[in-house]
Nanobody
Framework: QLQLVESGGGLVQPGGSLRLSCAAS????????IGWFRQAPGKDREGVSC????????YYTDSVKGRFTISRDNAKNAVYLQMNSLKPEDTAVYYCAAGPLVTTVQAMCVILPAKRFGSWGQGTQVTVSS
């Protein structure tokens, strides 16, 4: 059974950086999409960024383009989210999720991700505040 564990969240000042890690165990992630999603209090869950473990293709939501970078290390079965120039509106619980790659990475991330991603981590809190 696939298990995902996030780490790297915390409290950071505006303009700061954090690097989130998602470690997968129980299954080798061949031909998978790995996604980072976030949910702030009172808001719907949002797809932040997704990556294909096959060809490395990526998707970013508009609000994080140029600030966040998703990457993968297939040898370690891990995915990372480097977050730079953080803003207070980035404050949320961030979740890592994995699902078989059945369509484009963007579609996986944006269209019905709750159905496309069958495995979810427990989440890690990111707070951006001065």
């Amino acid at each position: 059974q696939l298990q995902l564990v996030e780490s790297g969240g915390g409290l950071v000042q505006p303009g700061g950086s954090l690097r989130l890690s998602c470690a997968a165990s129980g299954l080798t992630l061949d031909h998978y999409a790995i996604g980072w999603f976030r949910q702030a209090p009172g808001k719907d869950r949002e797809g932040v960024s997704c990556i294909s473990t096959s060809d490395g293709s990526t998707y970013y939501t508009d609000s994080v383009k140029g600030r966040f970078t998703i990457s993968r290390d297939n040898a370690k079965n891990a995915v990372y989210l480097q977050m730079n120039s953080l803003k207070p509106e980035d404050t949320a619980v961030y979740y890592c999720a994995a699902g078989p790659l059945v369509t484009t990475v963007q579609a996986m991330c944006v269209i019905l991700p709750a159905k496309r991603f069958g495995s979810w981590g427990q989440g890690t809190q990111v707070t951006v505040s001065s």
